[in-house]
């Protein structure tokens, strides 16, 4: 057998625990497969050097970002292989530039294009364990790019293709994926499966237990993926295409915090209108969410937006400086609100769920200032203060928990 384990900061946060994953990864070595483990770096390292950078410069350049970032990942593939050693184990750590992990050009968010199998299986081959660095690739230029927070998983998903591995498992500080976030919502369930679709949409949605690229490639490619615990043995979550379960009404709630909303106010009510303000994000690469536009009167009207909250002064200069062609009066952000995303397959046939969730909203007297909604899912903005509390309330209605 060959396993791909990938093990997240949390699960590598002290010494002791470092050498913990070490002999967990040596159990399976002993017993003859052929072992592949993807780390994060250790503990809040990426947090740290990026506010690190922010402290020297108010706009890191983002090349150099990845350059200083992607050490984390070397440290911890470094220090496991000697933890290793210890244990008397051949083990090699590799970097993205090693393997050959080769990525798109776009630093902080690139995407893998190939990657090279041969010094891994080469190293396999030679019966070490192979340690490689989660969340980082190369360019076309030979130069470090990371896959955006929380890459480290589709890493180890992107290998588990790439050597046809026999199994992809993702360690973490929770025993699998969970109704919702189970450090906000304490009675959250332990979901025995998800598919990947579902899965897709609560990552994509603030679920941060997987890096929703992850989820996208392993759907692409079909590789199963087992989510459980580095500190425990319980039996983890199975994300896979098809799940032998009865068919749930809702699988998940999921908050994201990390968004603002921009409001553009005094727009003229005319064809081209949206056209001119979303092109122009679009050409800075800049992701818009949710849209609202307000129903025009005296020929004017107001568009509102969400947008991932690192992008917000980017994108509010961005209208500043097109004013005059845009045309509106004034643009405002807001940096309090959070994404609240009930999400399910079996919403697609029970009508009613947007009403349940809207009415437990409202008993809680949260107020809703954006609504989107899919085939499966619904996702609404609210104040971020209210946010932990309306994830257990709409827990609650939809009776999640055991
Ligand atoms: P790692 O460092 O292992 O990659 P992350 O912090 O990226 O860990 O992801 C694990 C965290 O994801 C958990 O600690 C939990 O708070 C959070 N989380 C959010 N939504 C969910 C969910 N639906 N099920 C389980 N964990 C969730
Ligand atoms: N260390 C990176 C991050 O903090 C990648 C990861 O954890 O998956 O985002
Ligand atoms: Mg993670």
Do not use: W
Not at 250 to 256: E, K, P, Q, T
Not at 276 to 304: C, E, P, V
């Amino acid at each position: 057998m060959l396993i791909v384990k990938k093990f997240g900061g949390s699960s590598l946060a002290t010494p002791a625990r470092i050498i913990a994953v070490a002999r967990r990864c040596v159990e399976d070595y002993r017993k003859g497969d052929d072992v592949v483990v993807v780390l994060s770096a250790i503990g809040k390292t990426t947090d740290e050097l990026i506010s690190l950078a922010r402290q020297v410069a108010d706009r890191p350049p983002k090349r150099e970002v990845d350059m200083l970032i992607s050490t984390g990942e070397q440290v911890a593939a470094a220090i496991m292989a000697i933890a290793m050693s210890a244990l008397d184990i051949r083990a090699v750590s590799l970097n993205a530039f090693q393997v050959g992990m080769k990525t798109t050009g776009s630093y902080g968010n690139a995407r893998f294009r190939r990657i090279d199998t041969d010094r891994i299986r080469h190293e396999l081959e030679d019966r070490k364990i192979v340690i490689v660095t989660g969340f980082q690739g190369i360019n076309k230029y030979d130069d470090v790019t990371t896959l955006g927070r929380g890459g480290s998983d589709t890493t180890a998903v992107a290998l588990a293709s790439a050597l046809q591995a026999d199994a992809c498992e993702i360690y973490t500080d929770v025993d699998g994926i969970y109704t919702a976030d189970p450090r906000i919502c304490p009675n959250a369930r332990k979901l025995p499966e998800i598919s990947y679709d579902e899965m897709l949409d609560l990552a994509s949605l603030g679920a941060a237990v997987l890096h929703n690229r992850a989820v996208e490639m392993a759907k692409k490619y079909n590789v199963t993926v087992v989510v459980r615990s580095s500190m425990n043995r319980n039996e983890g979550t199975v994300v896979r295409e098809v799940t032998g379960l009865e068919r749930m009404l809702i699988s998940g709630v999921a908050l994201d915090k990390n968004v603002d909303r921009i409001a553009v106010i005094g727009l003229r009510d005319e064809p081209g209108t949206a056209f001119r303000l979303f092109s122009l994000f679009a050409k800075a690469g800049i992701n818009i969410d949710l849209i609202l536009q307000s129903s025009g009167h005296d020929g004017m009207k107001d568009i509102a937006f969400t947008l991932a909250d690192g992008d917000a002064d980017e994108a509010l200069e961005l209208l500043e400086k097109n004013k005059a062609r845009l045309r509106f009066r004034t643009a405002e952000v807001q940096k309090d609100v959070a994404k609240l995303s009930v999400v399910g397959v079996g919403m697609m046939s029970n009508p009613g769920v947007a009403a349940k969730m809207f009415e437990a909203l409202y008993n809680e007297g949260i107020n809703i200032q954006m609504i989107s909604t899919s085939e499966i899912r619904i996702t609404v903005l609210v104040d971020e203060r209210e946010g932990e509390h309306a994830v257990r309330a709409v827990h609650d209605a939809f009776e999640l928990s055991e």
